[in-house]
């Protein structure tokens, strides 16, 4: 898998080089049966491979194209499956809520609250509470909302403890948005999370890793549930269905990866 990163790389390269919605829509393909095949290996990826990809699907989670902005989510919801999902959660953090592009931070935030529903609070640092803090804050109303969905998740497993995470220094304005919110929480009742859903995987009508197939059986919904059974490393996996060379070899009987590399071929001459 020695070109991994270099295939990312080349994709992204193309996607922010082209305008064309097509293109793009076709290597958002290519990139879910790519990953649908990585998963059915149980390979997991280096991190100079990961953060070329997620870090690229984060800013494409705001794009204006409503499906292309949903395909780009739930890839990058689906990099738990490849990637320690804690080190993901920093990933997102850092390119999705840091991001620029206020639909890119939306989303993100949406992602992260999702990930805390299903895995609870320990991923999230006094630095992550401050990010979130300022984004209740913000001007935007979906970066604020999402925001405010990522503390009543949190509220959900810290109850009142949460206030002393925040601080003193809380903004006005937010401490009586987030005071409403609470309420809210609370008037519901306790919480029935359920931990075997992964991120992105809830009720809501999004959707996530689930609806990318196959990759769900090979693995669980929830990112931090470790597979077992077979006693045999994700890269001696790889390498018995890929031949010795251990290369991302495109022309396996055995990969899911050929149908979409004809596609975009066939795309590019177009």
């Given at each position: ?130 990010v979130f803090l300022e984004k209740a804050n913000s001007g935007d109303k979906n970066v604020r909302e999402n925001s405010l969905r990522v503390f009543a998740e949190v509220y959900k497993v ?113």
């Amino acid at each position: 898998m020695e070109i991994l990163d270099i295939v990312f790389k080349w994709g992204n390269f193309r996607m922010s080089d082209s305008s064309n919605t097509k293109l793009v829509g076709a290597f958002f393909d290519f990139y879910q049966k790519l990953m649908n095949f990585l998963v059915s290996q149980e390979y997991q990826m280096a991190e100079f491979e990961i953060v070329v990809l997620l870090g690229t699907l984060c800013d494409k989670t705001g794009q204006n194209i409503k499906i292309m902005a949903e395909k780009a989510r739930q890839l990058a919801e689906m990099c738990y499956q490849v990637y320690e999902p804690k080190q993901c959660f920093k990933m997102i953090m850092q390119h999705g809520v840091g991001s620029k592009n206020l639909k890119a931070v939306a989303e993100s935030l949406d992602m992260i609250s999702a990930y805390v529903k299903s895995n609870g609070v320990d991923t999230i640092t006094k630095k992550d509470f401050a990010v979130f803090l300022e984004k209740a804050n913000s001007g935007d109303k979906n970066v604020r909302e999402n925001s405010l969905r990522v503390f009543a998740e949190v509220y959900k497993v810290l109850r009142e403890d949460i206030w002393r995470l925040l601080g003193k220094d809380v903004n006005v304005k937010v401490k009586g948005l987030l005071e409403q919110r609470f309420k809210q929480v609370a008037a519901q009742g306790p919480s029935t999370n359920d931990s075997s859903i992964g991120p992105g995987n809830n009720n809501s009508s999004r959707g996530g890793p689930s609806a990318l197939g196959k990759s769900n059986g090979a693995r669980g919904l929830n990112p931090t549930a470790k597979s077992g059974g077979a006693s045999r490393g994700p890269q001696q996996d790889m390498n018995s269905s890929m031949g010795r060379s251990g290369g991302l070899k495109f022309n396996s009987s055995k990969g899911m990866a050929p149908a979409a590399v004809d596609d975009i071929t066939e795309k590019l001459k177009n």
